[in-house]
């Protein structure tokens, strides 16, 4: 797909889970903390936008984290009729680093993949301050 069918599929798929919610553009903006014309530009499929609104959204409509970089990375070889709003969901909801080391049940590795970026490098900082703290302590 050319990247700019590649940004309508995306903001088509937005728009439409966001109609399912059945809540407005500026309604759902403000659930998720985002300015109202950067969704409207997601919808429109007028560019990628950053990560940070990217993840937002996916939360603010029950997708899986790094849905839309999964569809954008993938579109030179993607079927649109392959991607649905069940799609966009799969695997929506696992638990992120916080939740697993609070709880001990999984294994942190196998989740990494299903991390942001923003918490993937919020637990790399996270380990890094309290590695050096232990290091101070030892010494």
Same mark, same amino acid.
Request: net charge negative; hydrophobic share 40%.
């Given at each position: 797909?050319?990247?700019?069918?590649?940004?309508?599929l995306i903001?088509?798929?937005?728009?439409?889970?966001?109609?399912?919610?059945q809540t407005?553009?500026?309604? @759902?903006?403000?659930?998720? +903390?985002?300015? *109202?014309?950067?969704?409207?530009?997601?919808?429109? =499929?007028?560019?990628?936008?950053?990560?940070?609104?990217?993840?937002? *959204?996916?939360?603010?409509?029950?997708?899986?984290t790094g !849905?839309?970089?999964?569809?954008?990375?993938?579109?030179?070889?993607? *079927?649109?009729?392959?991607?649905?709003?069940?799609?966009?969901?799969? =695997?929506? =909801?696992?638990?992120? @680093?916080?939740?697993?080391?609070?709880? =001990? +049940?999984? #294994?942190? *590795?196998?989740?990494? #993949?299903?991390? +942001?970026?923003?918490?993937?490098?919020?637990?790399? !900082? &996270?380990? @890094?301050?309290? &590695?050096?703290?232990?290091?101070?302590?030892? +010494?």
């Amino acid at each position: 797909m050319k990247d700019t069918e590649t940004l309508k599929l995306i903001g088509k798929l937005i728009q439409n889970a966001r109609m399912e919610l059945q809540t407005s553009q500026i309604a @759902f903006a403000e659930q998720v +903390s985002l300015n *109202v014309q950067t969704l409207r530009t997601m919808e429109r =499929g007028d560019r990628l936008v950053q990560d940070v609104a990217q993840a937002k *959204v996916e939360k603010g409509l029950g997708w899986r984290t790094g !849905s839309i970089a999964e569809i954008w990375a993938e579109r030179e070889d993607l *079927v649109p009729e392959n991607v649905t709003l069940d799609e966009m969901r799969r =695997g929506a =909801g696992e638990a992120t @680093f916080q939740e697993i080391e609070k709880n =001990g +049940s999984e #294994s942190p *590795v196998m989740k990494a #993949s299903m991390l +942001s970026d923003e918490e993937l490098l919020a637990e790399l !900082s &996270y380990r @890094f301050r309290n &590695y050096k703290v232990q290091l101070n302590a030892e +010494s």
